[in-house]
């Protein structure tokens, strides 16, 4: 499976929103919780989506990750920047330029949406 690097703290989330602005390859955040058992059982499905990805489709993708429990401020910070409110589980697709283009929470993460949501790049 890709690995997804994890979002450890403010300046790691506003250098990378800063790049994501400026251009780049559209950006795909996962939030979780470590003690939600919903948020254990989507990361399952989104794990398993993810080692399945086609690796064109993956080639075309930053991947970032979020404890929303040992990062809050980040997972604040996020929903902030992007306008969406926050939520865990939760994912999003960030284009270049910062535009969001996709985000789903709880059950409305599974495989299905997240096909929808890369179909286009």
Do not use: Y
Not at 28 to 43: A, D, G, M
Not at 45 to 52: S, V, Y
């Amino acid at each position: 499976m890709p690995e997804m690097p994890a979002l450890k703290d403010l300046p790691q989330w506003e250098s990378l929103w800063k790049a994501q602005q400026a251009g780049g390859k559209p950006l795909l955040i996962f939030k979780k919780s470590p003690i939600c058992p919903t948020s254990h059982h989507v990361e399952s499905t989104f794990n398993a989506w993810l080692a399945a990805l086609d690796q064109g489709v993956l080639a075309k993708l930053n991947l970032a990750l979020v404890d929303v429990v040992n990062q809050r401020p980040v997972a604040r910070k996020i929903a902030d920047d992007t306008g969406v409110r926050h939520e865990s589980p939760q994912a999003l697709l960030i284009a270049p330029g910062g535009k969001v283009l996709w985000h789903a929470s709880h059950g409305d993460v599974d495989e299905e949406s997240l096909d929808k949501a890369v179909a286009g790049l």
